[in-house]
């Protein structure tokens, strides 16, 4: 995970994200954290089925996407991780 979240602190220019450790998911081409980007909260998700998220992707094709946490992406994270906690939609 350290390499991770290595990868993604090169790829954010603006911000180094504060990542919350206990929210790391992981599935078949998927990887998701939820974390602290420019002073909000955001999920940060990398893989091949990254695009599936709305959010913005950075460093070119790096595949990690920058998404705000809204009923879509809530959504497709259920439909990823049905394992998982539901999270509350950010307003």
Do not use: H
């Amino acid at each position: 995970m350290k390499r991770y979240l290595e990868k993604i602190s090169s790829l954010l220019t603006k911000s180094v994200p504060e990542v919350y450790n206990d929210t790391y998911l992981q599935a078949e081409g998927l990887r998701v954290v939820r974390g602290k980007v420019q002073g909000e909260q955001r999920l940060i998700v990398d893989g091949a089925r990254s695009f599936r998220y709305e959010g913005e992707e950075v460093g070119g094709r790096s595949g990690i996407r920058i998404c705000p946490i809204n009923q879509v992406n809530l959504n497709r994270l259920q439909l990823d991780f049905p394992q998982s906690q539901p999270l509350q939609e950010q307003k």
